[in-house]
């Protein structure tokens, strides 16, 4: 091994860096106090400002027992909203996506609420003393958008956006992500907790095993990790000498994204923005991931690659090297992570100790005890 791939991390003390005991991943309990203090306190990655362009489109995200439907409004912003009607609670769009036609109405007894969340129209209601429109608009859910990117925020007081990104905007401008076009979307439903999948994708020394294929375009000890920071967990790895790209032949027709320097060109980034996106970034295309939590043992991932429009437009293109690509290596993490979970839910379950190189596992480990003890403090 090229000492470029030398394990020069610190050391550890056993210990002192230790895998979380089984309820964490088991107990539903633990899971819904994670959801308080995490995935409905933070901000979450919903999906892509281009998905929704027009006025009335909208797509609907579950977290856990939230629904929330996320639409362009008629001025043409992005408005979230808790997706139950004001009168008894009937959940309003049943399907994933579409388009509303200027109005979201309540199937039940046909309460109408404007885009912008107003209550517009609330029948039989006129013989109610007291009772004003004004008063029951859509229950609202902050929005944000970064480069693309939507995200959606439960809390009452959610931190600024920014604090969030603590500076991966800057840091990733060069990607130009906002111009990106969806291509291909893939659905999982993994029988594993969220933060299974987090681990799996925060460390690579699994990649010689499990992805022969990536392990042979990309070597597993190239990886250069960023301290773990409050918000996000992330590094980025070589792609070994002659290969273009993540893809199942190594090589790519298309261009690089037109932002990148000449060593970007040769490196993927891989970034966990907490507590539920993923971010591959690749010198010529994106990949995404996000994750939604369903209980404590099943978490849904959405996958999509984007591309550059310049590119999509060339005749015969084909995104189906890098499809391939991930699809199959999704398969081996997704294989990994439910096994993992039922290993850890097993009886015979204590927790184990960490590598050294497994620093950003241990870092989301203390994030979510932190974030959950605070919570109840
Ligand atoms: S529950 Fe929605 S209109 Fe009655
Ligand atoms: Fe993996």
């Known amino acids: 091994m090229s000492t470029l791939y030398s394990n020069m991390r610190p050391a550890i003390a056993a210990s002192e860096a230790m895998t979380l005991p089984q ?3 088991t107990d539903p309990d633990c899971f819904q106090r994670e959801m308080e ?3 409905f306190d933070m901000w979450l990655c ?3 400002a281009n998905q929704i362009p027009n006025p009335g489109d909208y797509f609907v995200r579950r977290v856990a027992n939230a629904s929330i439907i996320i639409v362009r409004d008629e001025l043409r912003d992005i408005r979230a909203f808790h997706n139950v009607c004001r009168h008894r609670g009937t959940l309003l769009c049943n399907q994933d996506e579409g388009t509303l036609v200027g109005r979201i109405q309540c199937p039940y007894h046909a309460w109408t609420y404007k885009l912008d969340g107003a209550l517009e129209n609330a029948p039989h209601m006129n013989k109610v003393e007291g009772f004003r429109e004004e008063d029951y608009p859509l229950n609202a859910v902050a929005t944000n958008v970064w480069d693309g990117h939507i995200f959606i925020n439960l809390s009452a007081h959610p931190v600024p956006f920014a604090e969030h990104l603590a500076g991966l905007d800057v840091k990733f401008r060069p ?9 291909e979307r893939r659905v999982y439903q993994l029988k594993a907790n969220w933060k299974l999948i987090i681990q799996n994708y925060s460390e690579c020394l699994h990649c010689p095993i499990a992805h022969p294929l990536l392990q042979k375009h990309s070597h597993y000890m190239s990886g250069d990790n960023e301290p773990p920071h409050a918000t ?9 000498d002659g290969v273009k790209s993540l893809t199942i032949d190594g090589t790519s ?5 037109p932002g990148l320097n000449t060593a970007d060109q040769r490196h993927v980034y891989y ?3 907490l507590p539920n996106f993923l971010l ?10 996000t994750l939604w939590t369903r209980a404590v043992d099943h978490t849904e991932i959405l996958c999509e690659w984007h591309f550059h429009p310049d590119e999509i437009s060339k005749p015969g293109f084909n995104a189906k090297d890098a499809v391939d690509f991930w699809e199959l290596t999704n398969q081996q993490d997704w294989e990994l992570s439910n096994r993992a979970q039922a290993g850890i839910s097993s009886k015979g379950y204590r927790p184990g100790p960490y590598s050294n190189r497994e620093e950003l596992l241990l870092a989301l480990d203390r994030f979510v005890l932190e974030r959950v003890q605070g919570q109840r403090d």
């Open 46 to 48: 919903a999906g892509r």
């Open 175 to 183: 990607w130009r992500m906002e111009e990106l076009e969806l291509v």
């Open 37 to 39: 203090a995490i995935h």
């Open 232 to 240: 996000y967990l992330g590094g980025r790895m070589d792609l070994r």
């Open 23 to 25: 309820r964490h991943y």
């Open 253 to 257: 027709l298309r261009s690089c994204l």
């Open 271 to 273: 970034y966990c923005i």
């Open 280 to 289: 591959n970034l690749h010198p010529d295309y994106m990949l995404t991931f």
